[in-house]
């Protein structure tokens, strides 16, 4: 079974900077896509950044893109997820997922991704 757990989250001024970290048991982080969704209060959760970690690079929404960067640490089991200029927007509940069987395009939606971890609080104030 994999297990997911998150850390990191906590309570930042708008445009200061977190770095998230998710750490995996089992076989899935060397191979498998995995993935950081976000989801705010009375919205769906939705897509940051992924990689396939087999084909190319990471994709990032464009929400993301320019700001976050995700990183991983074979050795550790650890993906993490730096957040820099962040904004009152981005305030959610991060979560990390991974899906258990490989892919050549990383997956953006949430039904694709077989395993998800608690989820880390990140808000932003302004």
């Known amino acids: 079974q994999v297990r997911l757990v998150e850390s990191g989250g906590g309570l930042v001024q708008a445009g200061g900077s977190l770095r998230l970290s998710c750490t995996a048991s089992?076989?899935?982080?060397?191979?498998?896509?995995m993935a950081w969704f976000r989801q705010a209060p009375g919205k769906e959760r939705e897509f940051v950044a992924g990689n396939t970690w087999t084909h190319g690079s990471t994709h990032y929404a464009d929400s993301a893109k320019g700001r976050f960067t995700m990183s991983r640490d074979s050795a550790k089991n650890t993906m993490y997820l730096q957040m820099n200029s962040l904004k009152p927007e981005d305030t959610a509940v991060y979560y990390c997922a991974a899906r258990n069987r490989m892919t050549s395009v990383t997956p953006t939606d949430v039904y694709d991704y077989d395993y998800w971890g608690q989820g880390t609080q990140v808000t932003v104030s302004s």
């Open positions: 089992g076989d899935t982080f060397t191979s498998f896509p």
